[in-house]
Protein backbone atom coordinates (compact mmCIF):
# COMPACT_ATOMS: atom_id res chain seq x y z
CA UNK A 1 0.00 0.00 0.00
CA UNK A 2 1.17 3.31 -0.73
CA UNK A 3 0.77 6.51 1.16
CA UNK A 4 0.68 9.69 -0.65
CA UNK A 5 0.97 11.80 1.99
CA UNK A 6 5.02 10.70 2.66
CA UNK A 7 5.50 11.41 -0.87
CA UNK A 8 3.90 14.70 -0.99
CA UNK A 9 5.51 18.40 -0.12
CA UNK A 10 3.66 18.73 3.02
CA UNK A 11 5.25 18.37 6.41
CA UNK A 12 6.59 14.97 6.84
CA UNK A 13 4.97 13.16 9.39
CA UNK A 14 6.54 11.27 11.73
CA UNK A 15 4.13 8.74 13.28
CA UNK A 16 0.02 8.15 12.66
CA UNK A 17 -1.81 8.54 15.61
CA UNK A 18 -5.24 7.44 15.83
CA UNK A 19 -7.44 8.05 18.39
CA UNK A 20 -10.96 6.56 19.07
CA UNK A 21 -13.87 6.28 21.58
CA UNK A 22 -12.17 2.52 21.98
CA UNK A 23 -9.29 1.04 21.89
CA UNK A 24 -9.42 -1.72 19.18
CA UNK A 25 -9.34 -4.66 21.82
CA UNK A 26 -11.36 -6.50 24.14
CA UNK A 27 -11.36 -7.21 27.26
CA UNK A 28 -13.58 -9.61 28.60
CA UNK A 29 -13.76 -11.23 32.83
CA UNK A 30 -13.77 -14.77 33.08
CA UNK A 31 -15.85 -17.23 35.29
CA UNK A 32 -13.34 -16.39 37.67
CA UNK A 33 -12.68 -12.83 37.71
CA UNK A 34 -8.96 -13.14 35.48
CA UNK A 35 -9.24 -10.96 32.50
CA UNK A 36 -8.68 -11.51 28.83
CA UNK A 37 -7.68 -9.42 25.72
CA UNK A 38 -8.55 -10.37 22.31
CA UNK A 39 -7.90 -8.00 19.51
CA UNK A 40 -10.41 -6.25 17.86
CA UNK A 41 -11.81 -6.91 14.47
CA UNK A 42 -13.91 -4.58 11.54
CA UNK A 43 -12.61 -2.86 8.80
CA UNK A 44 -10.94 0.16 10.31
CA UNK A 45 -8.57 -2.00 12.31
CA UNK A 46 -7.66 -3.80 9.51
CA UNK A 47 -7.03 -1.20 7.41
CA UNK A 48 -5.54 1.10 10.09
CA UNK A 49 -3.13 -1.59 11.38
CA UNK A 50 -0.88 -2.42 8.47
CA UNK A 51 -0.15 1.66 8.49
CA UNK A 52 0.31 1.58 12.04
CA UNK A 53 3.07 -0.97 12.06
CA UNK A 54 4.92 0.25 8.82
CA UNK A 55 5.27 4.15 9.74
CA UNK A 56 5.18 3.72 13.59
CA UNK A 57 2.49 4.68 15.22
CA UNK A 58 -0.12 4.00 18.36
CA UNK A 59 -3.58 3.98 18.99
CA UNK A 60 -5.31 5.93 21.57
CA UNK A 61 -8.43 5.29 23.32
CA UNK A 62 -10.95 4.19 25.99
CA UNK A 63 -10.38 0.34 26.71
CA UNK A 64 -14.58 0.12 27.01
CA UNK A 65 -14.56 -1.08 31.05
CA UNK A 66 -14.37 0.86 33.84
CA UNK A 67 -13.99 -1.80 36.89
CA UNK A 68 -10.97 -1.75 38.72
CA UNK A 69 -8.26 -3.18 36.28
CA UNK A 70 -4.62 -3.44 35.60
CA UNK A 71 -5.60 -1.69 32.24
CA UNK A 72 -1.78 -0.70 31.42
CA UNK A 73 -0.73 -4.39 31.94
CA UNK A 74 -3.95 -5.96 30.05
CA UNK A 75 -3.26 -2.80 27.11
CA UNK A 76 0.70 -3.79 27.14
CA UNK A 77 -0.51 -7.46 25.98
CA UNK A 78 -2.61 -6.01 23.40
CA UNK A 79 -0.21 -3.76 22.35
CA UNK A 80 1.93 -6.84 21.68
CA UNK A 81 -0.28 -8.72 19.98
CA UNK A 82 -1.22 -5.67 17.69
CA UNK A 83 2.31 -4.74 16.52
CA UNK A 84 1.80 -1.18 17.45
CA UNK A 85 1.55 0.50 20.83
CA UNK A 86 -2.23 1.13 22.13
CA UNK A 87 -2.76 3.97 24.75
CA UNK A 88 -5.48 3.83 27.17
CA UNK A 89 -7.65 6.58 28.33
CA UNK A 90 -9.52 5.47 31.41
CA UNK A 91 -12.83 6.23 32.69
CA UNK A 92 -14.31 6.25 35.56
CA UNK A 93 -18.22 4.68 35.62
CA UNK A 94 -19.94 8.26 35.56
CA UNK A 95 -17.17 9.38 33.15
CA UNK A 96 -18.52 6.79 31.11
CA UNK A 97 -22.18 7.19 31.73
CA UNK A 98 -22.54 10.09 31.12
CA UNK A 99 -19.71 11.60 28.26
CA UNK A 100 -20.42 8.01 26.12
CA UNK A 101 -24.19 6.90 26.90
CA UNK A 102 -25.42 10.35 27.86
CA UNK A 103 -23.79 13.10 25.53
CA UNK A 104 -22.64 10.68 22.75
CA UNK A 105 -25.58 8.35 22.37
CA UNK A 106 -28.60 10.50 23.09
CA UNK A 107 -27.78 13.59 21.85
CA UNK A 108 -25.52 13.56 19.12
CA UNK A 109 -26.42 10.24 17.83
CA UNK A 110 -30.24 10.99 17.49
CA UNK A 111 -29.90 14.58 16.15
CA UNK A 112 -27.07 13.61 13.59
CA UNK A 113 -29.79 10.89 12.30
CA UNK A 114 -32.54 14.06 12.27
CA UNK A 115 -34.33 12.52 15.80
CA UNK A 116 -34.27 15.14 17.50
CA UNK A 117 -37.74 14.18 19.61
CA UNK A 118 -35.13 11.40 20.83
CA UNK A 119 -32.55 13.73 22.34
CA UNK A 120 -32.20 13.98 26.18
CA UNK A 121 -30.53 17.80 26.02
CA UNK A 122 -29.08 17.46 29.91
CA UNK A 123 -26.37 19.75 30.56
CA UNK A 124 -24.66 17.69 32.77
CA UNK A 125 -23.77 15.86 29.73
CA UNK A 126 -22.75 18.24 28.31
CA UNK A 127 -19.85 18.91 31.23
CA UNK A 128 -18.67 15.39 31.17
CA UNK A 129 -18.03 15.52 27.02
CA UNK A 130 -16.02 18.28 27.73
CA UNK A 131 -14.05 17.01 30.31
CA UNK A 132 -13.69 13.27 28.95
CA UNK A 133 -12.62 15.40 25.43
CA UNK A 134 -10.06 17.11 27.73
CA UNK A 135 -8.99 14.04 29.07
CA UNK A 136 -8.60 12.07 25.63
CA UNK A 137 -6.86 15.28 24.90
CA UNK A 138 -3.92 15.06 27.61
CA UNK A 139 -3.11 11.40 27.18
CA UNK A 140 -2.79 12.63 23.39
CA UNK A 141 -0.64 15.73 24.16
CA UNK A 142 1.66 13.24 26.61
CA UNK A 143 2.08 10.48 23.83
CA UNK A 144 2.67 12.25 20.50
CA UNK A 145 5.84 14.94 18.98
CA UNK A 146 4.95 17.96 16.53
CA UNK A 147 5.28 15.89 13.47
CA UNK A 148 2.92 13.12 14.55
CA UNK A 149 -0.71 12.97 12.42
CA UNK A 150 -3.40 12.76 14.91
CA UNK A 151 -6.52 11.41 13.59
CA UNK A 152 -9.32 11.47 15.28
CA UNK A 153 -12.77 9.22 15.05
CA UNK A 154 -15.92 10.21 15.15
CA UNK A 155 -18.58 11.86 17.04
CA UNK A 156 -17.35 11.27 20.66
CA UNK A 157 -14.57 13.25 19.96
CA UNK A 158 -15.47 16.50 18.56
CA UNK A 159 -13.55 18.22 20.96
CA UNK A 160 -10.61 16.87 21.15
CA UNK A 161 -8.05 19.63 18.32
CA UNK A 162 -9.76 22.34 20.29
CA UNK A 163 -8.47 21.26 23.42
CA UNK A 164 -5.37 20.22 22.21
CA UNK A 165 -4.71 23.86 20.44
CA UNK A 166 -5.40 25.08 24.22
CA UNK A 167 -2.63 23.20 24.91
CA UNK A 168 -0.47 24.85 22.49
CA UNK A 169 -0.29 21.45 20.30
CA UNK A 170 0.60 22.44 16.49
CA UNK A 171 0.60 19.44 15.31
CA UNK A 172 -1.57 18.37 12.11
CA UNK A 173 -5.12 17.00 13.30
CA UNK A 174 -7.57 15.58 11.11
CA UNK A 175 -11.16 13.93 12.20
CA UNK A 176 -13.65 11.72 10.43
CA UNK A 177 -17.29 11.77 11.30
CA UNK A 178 -18.96 8.01 10.54
CA UNK A 179 -22.39 9.14 11.39
CA UNK A 180 -24.00 11.36 9.04
CA UNK A 181 -23.88 15.07 10.14
CA UNK A 182 -27.34 16.92 9.93
CA UNK A 183 -29.02 19.62 8.13
CA UNK A 184 -29.23 23.14 9.75
CA UNK A 185 -32.63 23.17 10.60
CA UNK A 186 -31.61 20.46 12.76
CA UNK A 187 -28.07 20.89 14.14
CA UNK A 188 -29.26 24.25 15.78
CA UNK A 189 -31.47 22.38 17.77
CA UNK A 190 -28.49 21.38 19.83
CA UNK A 191 -27.80 23.74 23.14
CA UNK A 192 -23.91 23.73 22.69
CA UNK A 193 -24.22 24.03 18.54
CA UNK A 194 -21.93 26.87 18.11
CA UNK A 195 -19.14 25.25 20.61
CA UNK A 196 -19.54 21.92 18.43
CA UNK A 197 -19.12 23.70 15.23
CA UNK A 198 -15.55 25.98 16.77
CA UNK A 199 -14.41 22.74 18.04
CA UNK A 200 -14.57 21.13 14.60
CA UNK A 201 -12.97 24.25 12.77
CA UNK A 202 -9.33 23.61 14.79
CA UNK A 203 -9.30 20.13 13.11
CA UNK A 204 -7.00 20.89 9.80
CA UNK A 205 -8.69 18.62 7.93
CA UNK A 206 -12.64 16.70 8.23
CA UNK A 207 -14.01 14.14 6.33
CA UNK A 208 -17.56 13.24 6.13
CA UNK A 209 -18.99 10.03 4.50
CA UNK A 210 -21.31 11.47 2.18
CA UNK A 211 -21.25 15.49 -0.31
CA UNK A 212 -24.80 15.54 1.76
CA UNK A 213 -23.13 15.77 4.86
CA UNK A 214 -20.41 17.55 4.47
CA UNK A 215 -22.65 20.53 2.76
CA UNK A 216 -24.52 19.84 5.65
CA UNK A 217 -21.72 20.79 7.37
CA UNK A 218 -20.78 23.85 5.33
CA UNK A 219 -24.10 25.56 5.52
CA UNK A 220 -24.10 25.13 9.24
CA UNK A 221 -20.83 26.95 9.46
CA UNK A 222 -22.32 29.66 7.15
CA UNK A 223 -24.99 29.92 9.18
CA UNK A 224 -23.86 30.29 12.50
CA UNK A 225 -20.23 31.56 12.35
CA UNK A 226 -19.33 34.71 10.44
CA UNK A 227 -17.02 35.91 7.68
CA UNK A 228 -16.09 32.32 5.88
CA UNK A 229 -15.19 31.82 2.54
CA UNK A 230 -16.02 28.27 1.11
CA UNK A 231 -16.28 26.65 -2.14
CA UNK A 232 -18.00 23.33 -2.90
CA UNK A 233 -16.97 22.70 -5.96
CA UNK A 234 -14.43 19.27 -5.45
CA UNK A 235 -14.32 16.66 -3.51
CA UNK A 236 -11.84 18.57 -0.89
CA UNK A 237 -13.07 22.19 -0.26
CA UNK A 238 -11.73 24.62 1.47
CA UNK A 239 -13.34 26.69 4.43
CA UNK A 240 -11.24 30.04 5.01
CA UNK A 241 -11.66 31.52 8.36
CA UNK A 242 -10.13 34.50 10.23
CA UNK A 243 -6.70 33.36 10.07
CA UNK A 244 -6.73 29.82 8.20
CA UNK A 245 -8.05 27.40 6.05
CA UNK A 246 -9.39 23.98 6.69
CA UNK A 247 -9.79 21.57 4.01
CA UNK A 248 -13.25 19.56 4.35
CA UNK A 249 -13.55 16.69 2.19
CA UNK A 250 -16.01 13.38 1.38
CA UNK A 251 -14.11 10.00 2.10
CA UNK A 252 -16.93 7.06 1.62
CA UNK A 253 -15.92 4.42 3.69
CA UNK A 254 -15.71 0.78 2.46
CA UNK A 255 -14.74 -2.81 3.80
CA UNK A 256 -11.37 -5.14 2.46
CA UNK A 257 -13.82 -6.42 -0.07
CA UNK A 258 -10.79 -8.93 -1.51
CA UNK A 259 -10.81 -10.57 2.24
CA UNK A 260 -14.43 -10.60 2.69
CA UNK A 261 -14.96 -12.41 -0.99
CA UNK A 262 -12.11 -14.87 -0.48
CA UNK A 263 -13.25 -15.68 2.79
CA UNK A 264 -16.96 -16.23 1.86
CA UNK A 265 -15.52 -17.73 -0.72
CA UNK A 266 -14.35 -20.64 1.50
CA UNK A 267 -15.55 -24.45 1.20
CA UNK A 268 -16.30 -24.05 5.04
CA UNK A 269 -18.46 -21.41 4.33
CA UNK A 270 -19.91 -22.62 1.32
CA UNK A 271 -21.18 -25.90 3.50
CA UNK A 272 -22.48 -24.04 6.15
CA UNK A 273 -24.38 -21.87 3.77
CA UNK A 274 -25.74 -25.00 1.60
CA UNK A 275 -26.83 -26.06 5.56
CA UNK A 276 -28.57 -22.80 5.71
CA UNK A 277 -30.54 -23.59 2.22
CA UNK A 278 -31.60 -27.32 2.98
CA UNK A 279 -33.07 -26.02 6.46
CA UNK A 280 -35.28 -23.24 5.24
CA UNK A 281 -36.66 -25.48 2.03
CA UNK A 282 -38.22 -23.78 -1.38
CA UNK A 283 -37.65 -20.51 -0.15
CA UNK A 284 -35.73 -17.16 -1.62
CA UNK A 285 -33.98 -16.17 1.93
CA UNK A 286 -34.10 -12.24 2.59
CA UNK A 287 -31.54 -10.99 5.15
CA UNK A 288 -31.63 -8.07 7.63
CA UNK A 289 -28.60 -7.42 10.00
CA UNK A 290 -28.55 -4.95 11.93
CA UNK A 291 -27.00 -3.54 15.30
CA UNK A 292 -30.03 -3.14 17.65
CA UNK A 293 -30.72 0.66 16.43
CA UNK A 294 -33.52 3.00 16.10
CA UNK A 295 -31.92 4.69 12.66
CA UNK A 296 -31.26 0.97 11.51
CA UNK A 297 -35.35 0.75 10.64
CA UNK A 298 -35.95 -2.53 11.89
CA UNK A 299 -39.74 -2.09 12.97
CA UNK A 300 -40.18 -0.53 9.87
CA UNK A 301 -38.79 -3.36 7.91
CA UNK A 302 -40.86 -5.87 9.64
CA UNK A 303 -44.13 -3.80 8.42
CA UNK A 304 -43.07 -3.53 5.15
CA UNK A 305 -42.10 -7.61 4.97
CA UNK A 306 -45.77 -8.20 6.82
CA UNK A 307 -47.42 -5.92 4.23
CA UNK A 308 -45.72 -8.14 1.34
CA UNK A 309 -47.22 -11.53 2.92
CA UNK A 310 -50.77 -9.49 2.57
CA UNK A 311 -50.63 -7.86 -0.67
CA UNK A 312 -48.41 -10.44 -2.45
CA UNK A 313 -50.06 -13.90 -0.98
CA UNK A 314 -48.67 -15.62 -3.50
CA UNK A 315 -44.81 -15.05 -1.82
CA UNK A 316 -46.24 -16.55 0.70
CA UNK A 317 -44.65 -20.11 1.98
CA UNK A 318 -41.96 -18.73 -0.96
CA UNK A 319 -39.60 -16.18 1.03
CA UNK A 320 -38.43 -16.30 4.88
CA UNK A 321 -36.81 -13.36 6.05
CA UNK A 322 -33.98 -13.45 8.04
CA UNK A 323 -33.33 -10.96 10.61
CA UNK A 324 -30.59 -10.72 12.82
CA UNK A 325 -30.03 -8.26 15.30
CA UNK A 326 -26.64 -7.56 17.35
CA UNK A 327 -27.05 -6.11 20.72
CA UNK A 328 -26.22 -2.89 21.33
CA UNK A 329 -26.74 0.07 24.24
CA UNK A 330 -28.69 -2.07 26.41
CA UNK A 331 -27.93 0.60 29.19
CA UNK A 332 -29.93 2.77 27.44
CA UNK A 333 -33.98 2.47 28.06
CA UNK A 334 -35.06 3.12 24.53
CA UNK A 335 -32.99 0.34 22.86
CA UNK A 336 -34.47 -1.57 25.42
CA UNK A 337 -38.05 -0.25 24.92
CA UNK A 338 -37.08 -1.04 21.20
CA UNK A 339 -36.01 -4.65 21.75
CA UNK A 340 -39.30 -5.68 23.03
CA UNK A 341 -40.74 -3.79 20.04
CA UNK A 342 -39.44 -5.80 17.26
CA UNK A 343 -39.76 -9.01 19.74
CA UNK A 344 -43.73 -8.08 19.64
CA UNK A 345 -43.67 -7.39 16.03
CA UNK A 346 -42.06 -10.74 14.82
CA UNK A 347 -44.24 -12.62 17.31
CA UNK A 348 -47.01 -10.76 15.50
CA UNK A 349 -46.15 -11.56 11.77
CA UNK A 350 -44.99 -14.79 13.10
CA UNK A 351 -48.73 -15.64 14.56
CA UNK A 352 -50.52 -14.45 12.00
CA UNK A 353 -48.89 -16.38 8.91
CA UNK A 354 -46.94 -19.49 10.27
CA UNK A 355 -48.53 -22.62 7.95
CA UNK A 356 -46.97 -26.22 8.37
CA UNK A 357 -43.35 -26.24 7.13
CA UNK A 358 -42.72 -22.41 6.93
CA UNK A 359 -42.20 -19.74 9.04
CA UNK A 360 -42.06 -16.13 7.60
CA UNK A 361 -39.35 -14.51 9.85
CA UNK A 362 -36.39 -16.39 11.69
CA UNK A 363 -35.29 -13.74 14.20
CA UNK A 364 -31.82 -14.10 15.91
CA UNK A 365 -30.53 -11.46 18.89
CA UNK A 366 -26.82 -12.39 18.89
CA UNK A 367 -23.51 -11.56 17.56
CA UNK A 368 -22.55 -14.04 14.88
CA UNK A 369 -19.01 -15.95 14.12
CA UNK A 370 -17.81 -14.58 10.91
CA UNK A 371 -18.10 -17.72 8.99
CA UNK A 372 -21.66 -17.56 10.18
CA UNK A 373 -22.76 -14.09 9.02
CA UNK A 374 -20.79 -14.85 5.97
CA UNK A 375 -22.65 -17.74 5.30
CA UNK A 376 -26.20 -15.95 6.04
CA UNK A 377 -24.84 -13.16 3.31
CA UNK A 378 -24.18 -16.34 0.86
CA UNK A 379 -27.51 -17.91 1.56
CA UNK A 380 -29.79 -14.96 1.25
CA UNK A 381 -31.31 -14.51 -2.29
CA UNK A 382 -31.83 -10.58 -1.46
CA UNK A 383 -30.53 -8.60 1.33
CA UNK A 384 -32.52 -6.00 3.15
CA UNK A 385 -30.91 -2.59 4.02
CA UNK A 386 -33.48 -0.11 5.14
CA UNK A 387 -32.15 2.11 7.67
CA UNK A 388 -34.13 5.62 8.25
CA UNK A 389 -30.83 7.31 7.83
CA UNK A 390 -27.03 5.37 8.23
CA UNK A 391 -23.64 6.99 7.84
CA UNK A 392 -22.79 4.61 5.31
CA UNK A 393 -23.77 0.96 6.26
CA UNK A 394 -21.42 -1.37 5.95
CA UNK A 395 -23.69 -4.72 5.62
CA UNK A 396 -24.66 -3.67 2.24
CA UNK A 397 -21.03 -3.73 1.52
CA UNK A 398 -20.20 -7.14 3.01
CA UNK A 399 -23.59 -8.80 1.43
CA UNK A 400 -21.98 -7.62 -2.16
CA UNK A 401 -18.47 -8.59 -1.13
CA UNK A 402 -19.71 -12.14 -0.05
CA UNK A 403 -22.16 -13.02 -2.66
CA UNK A 404 -19.40 -14.78 -4.88
CA UNK A 405 -21.87 -16.38 -7.27
CA UNK A 406 -23.73 -12.89 -8.09
CA UNK A 407 -27.06 -14.05 -7.50
CA UNK A 408 -28.30 -11.55 -5.00
CA UNK A 409 -30.29 -8.30 -4.81
CA UNK A 410 -29.13 -5.71 -2.70
CA UNK A 411 -32.50 -3.36 -1.84
CA UNK A 412 -31.31 -0.57 -0.15
CA UNK A 413 -32.73 2.59 1.81
CA UNK A 414 -31.91 5.63 -0.16
CA UNK A 415 -30.70 7.22 3.65
CA UNK A 416 -27.58 5.10 3.66
CA UNK A 417 -24.62 6.88 3.05
CA UNK A 418 -23.88 4.11 0.86
CA UNK A 419 -26.94 4.76 -1.81
CA UNK A 420 -24.28 7.53 -3.32
CA UNK A 421 -22.30 4.72 -4.65
CA UNK A 422 -24.78 1.67 -4.92
CA UNK A 423 -28.18 3.51 -5.91
CA UNK A 424 -28.06 2.12 -9.56
CA UNK A 425 -27.38 -1.51 -9.18
CA UNK A 426 -29.63 -1.85 -6.19
CA UNK A 427 -32.97 -1.27 -5.62
CA UNK A 428 -33.36 1.87 -4.11
CA UNK A 429 -36.39 2.54 -1.64
CA UNK A 430 -37.23 4.50 1.19
CA UNK A 431 -37.90 3.01 4.01
CA UNK A 432 -40.33 5.09 5.59
CA UNK A 433 -42.73 3.54 2.61
CA UNK A 434 -44.26 0.48 3.66
CA UNK A 435 -45.77 -0.61 0.39
CA UNK A 436 -42.96 0.84 -1.56
CA UNK A 437 -40.49 -1.49 0.03
CA UNK A 438 -43.24 -4.37 0.00
CA UNK A 439 -43.28 -3.59 -3.64
CA UNK A 440 -39.11 -3.77 -3.70
CA UNK A 441 -39.60 -7.36 -2.12
CA UNK A 442 -41.79 -8.56 -4.89
CA UNK A 443 -39.89 -7.14 -7.61
CA UNK A 444 -36.39 -8.36 -5.89
CA UNK A 445 -38.32 -11.95 -5.65
CA UNK A 446 -39.00 -11.67 -9.31
CA UNK A 447 -35.76 -10.47 -10.72
CA UNK A 448 -34.65 -13.00 -13.89
CA UNK A 449 -31.13 -14.47 -12.83
CA UNK A 450 -29.51 -12.65 -15.65
CA UNK A 451 -30.65 -8.78 -14.30
CA UNK A 452 -29.61 -10.09 -10.32
CA UNK A 453 -26.31 -11.19 -12.00
CA UNK A 454 -25.69 -8.24 -14.11
CA UNK A 455 -26.27 -6.20 -11.30
CA UNK A 456 -24.39 -7.68 -8.45
CA UNK A 457 -21.24 -7.95 -10.75
CA UNK A 458 -21.16 -4.19 -11.17
CA UNK A 459 -22.32 -3.77 -7.11
CA UNK A 460 -18.95 -5.84 -6.48
CA UNK A 461 -16.91 -4.05 -8.67
CA UNK A 462 -17.54 -0.38 -7.55
CA UNK A 463 -17.29 -1.69 -4.00
CA UNK A 464 -13.54 -3.61 -4.81
CA UNK A 465 -12.67 -0.33 -6.70
CA UNK A 466 -13.18 2.06 -3.82
CA UNK A 467 -12.29 -0.78 -0.69
CA UNK A 468 -10.91 0.61 3.00
CA UNK A 469 -7.59 0.83 1.51
CA UNK A 470 -8.66 3.41 -0.61
CA UNK A 471 -10.78 4.95 2.04
CA UNK A 472 -7.70 5.37 4.07
CA UNK A 473 -5.01 6.35 1.50
CA UNK A 474 -7.14 9.28 0.24
CA UNK A 475 -7.63 10.39 3.76
CA UNK A 476 -4.18 10.52 4.93
CA UNK A 477 -2.62 11.47 1.25
CA UNK A 478 -4.79 14.34 1.16
CA UNK A 479 -2.76 17.59 1.36
CA UNK A 480 -3.47 19.71 4.63
CA UNK A 481 -3.42 23.59 4.56
CA UNK A 482 -0.25 25.06 6.21
CA UNK A 483 -1.05 26.78 9.70
P1 LIG B 1 -22.64 0.91 12.60
O1 LIG B 1 -23.84 1.73 12.95
O2 LIG B 1 -22.21 -0.07 13.61
O3 LIG B 1 -21.40 1.82 12.17
P2 LIG B 1 -22.56 -0.64 9.98
O4 LIG B 1 -21.82 0.21 9.03
O5 LIG B 1 -23.72 -1.33 9.34
O6 LIG B 1 -23.14 0.13 11.23
O7 LIG B 1 -21.57 -1.73 10.57
C1 LIG B 1 -22.03 -2.85 11.31
C2 LIG B 1 -20.91 -3.86 11.43
O8 LIG B 1 -21.30 -4.86 12.39
C3 LIG B 1 -20.64 -4.57 10.12
O9 LIG B 1 -19.27 -4.60 9.87
C4 LIG B 1 -21.18 -6.00 10.35
O10 LIG B 1 -20.43 -7.02 9.75
C5 LIG B 1 -21.08 -6.16 11.85
N1 LIG B 1 -22.18 -7.07 12.25
C6 LIG B 1 -23.44 -6.94 11.90
N2 LIG B 1 -24.16 -7.97 12.40
C7 LIG B 1 -23.34 -8.74 13.07
C8 LIG B 1 -23.51 -9.94 13.85
N3 LIG B 1 -24.70 -10.51 14.07
N4 LIG B 1 -22.43 -10.46 14.39
C9 LIG B 1 -21.25 -9.88 14.22
N5 LIG B 1 -21.04 -8.74 13.53
C10 LIG B 1 -22.07 -8.17 12.97
C11 LIG B 1 -21.11 3.23 12.10
C12 LIG B 1 -22.09 4.08 11.29
C13 LIG B 1 -22.25 3.51 9.90
C14 LIG B 1 -20.87 3.43 9.22
C15 LIG B 1 -19.86 2.74 10.13
C16 LIG B 1 -18.45 2.84 9.56
O11 LIG B 1 -23.35 4.14 11.95
O12 LIG B 1 -23.13 4.29 9.12
O13 LIG B 1 -21.00 2.67 8.03
O14 LIG B 1 -19.84 3.32 11.41
O15 LIG B 1 -18.10 4.16 9.30
Known sequence: MSHPRDQSNNLRVDRLVIVSNRLPIVLTKGDLGDWQVQPGSGGLVTALAPVLRDRGGLWIGWPGTVEEVDLDGLVAIGSQDAGYILKPVKLTAEEANQYYFGFSNEIIWPLFHDMQSRCNFDPAYWNMY??????????????????????????????????????????????????PFPPLDIFIKLPWRLQILRALLEYDLIGFQTTRD??????????????????????????????????????????????????????????????????????????GVDRLDYSKGIPEKLQAFRNTLERFDDLQGKVTL?????????????????????????????GKFTQPGWIPIQYMFRNLERTELLAYYRAAEIALVTPLKDGMNLVAKEYCAAKVDTNGVLILSEFAGAATQLRRNSLLVNPYDIEGVANAIHRAYNMSRDERRSRMRRLRKSIQKRDIFWWVDSFLGQPLPIR
Open 214 to 287: RNNFIHCVEALIKSIRYDTRRQVSTITVPNREIRVGVFPISIDFNEFARQAAAKSVAERASLLYEAIPNCQIIL
Open 322 to 350: VQIVVPSREDIPEYRELKTEIEGLVSEIN
Open 130 to 179: QAVNCKFAQVIAQNTGMNDYIWVHDYHLTLVAKELRGMELECKIGFFLHI
